[in-house]
C-alpha cells in the first residue's frame, strides 16, 4: 500500500497548467518551493518574482507553467485532494463498521493523510498550506471560474465517497441531506484545525476529531 502512495502522481486537470510541472525539474522545483513559500508567507506575500528567485529561474519561466499564482494554489489543493481521496479509499478497504470508518475519515481530515511518503510532493508541508488556504479558495468571487477548470474536482470526489458512507448508515429522511453533511464534515475539520493552530481556544486540538465524531453519529441517529 505504502509503495503505491510513494510513486503516485496525481493527475491534475489540464486546465489549471499551462505545463505539467511533473514533467520536467523545473517544475517539480517550482512546486516544492512554492509549497514552502506559501506556509511561510501566506497567499498574500506570494508572488512569482519571489519563486523565481527562490527557484534561480526567470519569472517569465513560471508563467509557462501557471497562468497565476491562484491556479498555482489550485493545482496544489488538487494534487492535495486527490491524494487523500487515495489514501482513504486504500486505508478504508476491508473495513466493514461504519464508526471505525467515520474516526479514519475524521482522523484523515484532521490529521492529513497517513501515508506521508510520495516520490512527487511533500504530502506533511502541502497539509499545512490546505489547511491554511483552502477555505479561503471556496469563497473567493472567481470560485466558480476556477471550478468550470476543474479547480474542485477532487475536492467534490472526496466528498462524494463520505457522502456515499454517510448515506449507507442515514435513515431514509435524512438521505437527501448526506451531501451537506460530508461537505460539513470536510470543511469544518479544516477550519477548526486552522483556529486551533492560530488563536487560543479552550478546546484543543484533540478535541476536533471527538467533536465531529459525535456531531456525524447524533445527526445520523435522529429519524426526524
Known amino acids: 500500500m505504502q509503495?503505491?502512495?510513494?510513486?503516485l502522481r496525481l493527475e491534475v486537470p489540464e486546465q489549471l497548467y499551462g505545463k505539467d510541472p511533473m514533467s520536467s525539474g523545473l517544475g517539480r522545483t517550482l512546486v516544492k518551493e512554492g509549497i514552502e513559500l506559501l506556509n511561510a508567507h501566506g497567499l498574500e506575500q506570494f508572488t512569482f518574482k519571489k519563486l523565481a528567485a527562490r527557484c534561480q529561474c526567470t519569472e517569465a519561466a513560471v508563467y509557462r507553467y501557471f497562468e497565476n499564482k491562484f491556479y498555482f494554489l489550485h493545482y496544489l489543493h488538487s494534487?492535495?485532494?486527490g491524494f487523500q481521496e487515495h489514501c482513504l479509499v486504500l486505508h478504508l478497504t476491508n473495513v466493514d463498521d461504519f464508526a471505525q470508518k467515520i474516526e479514519l475519515i475524521i482522523a484523515h481530515l484532521a490529521e492529513g493523510p497517513h501515508f506521508t511518503d510520495n516520490d512527487f510532493?511533500?504530502?506533511?508541508?502541502?497539509?499545512?498550506l490546505v489547511h491554511q488556504e483552502f477555505m479561503r479558495s471556496l469563497l473567493l468571487q472567481q470560485a466558480?471560474?476556477?471550478a468550470q477548470r476543474g479547480?474542485?474536482?477532487a475536492y467534490f470526489r472526496l466528498v462524494q465517497r463520505i457522502q456515499l458512507i454517510l448515506e449507507a448508515q442515514s435513515p431514509p429522511v435524512f438521505?437527501?441531506?448526506t451531501q451537506r453533511l460530508a461537505i460539513?464534515?470536510?470543511?469544518?475539520?479544516l477550519l477548526q484545525a486552522n483556529l486551533n493552530a492560530k488563536f487560543p481556544l479552550e478546546a484543543q486540538a484533540s478535541?476536533?476529531?471527538e467533536y465531529f465524531k459525535a456531531l456525524i453519529f447524533t445527526t445520523l441517529s435522529h429519524e426526524n
Open 3 to 7: 509503495h503505491i502512495l510513494k510513486q
Open 79 to 81: 494534487w492535495y485532494w
Open 121 to 128: 510532493v511533500d504530502i506533511c508541508a502541502l497539509h499545512t
Open 144 to 146: 466558480g471560474e476556477y
Open 151 to 153: 479547480a474542485f474536482d
Open 175 to 177: 438521505k437527501l441531506h
Open 184 to 189: 460539513t464534515l470536510v470543511d469544518g475539520v
Open 207 to 209: 478535541d476536533i476529531k
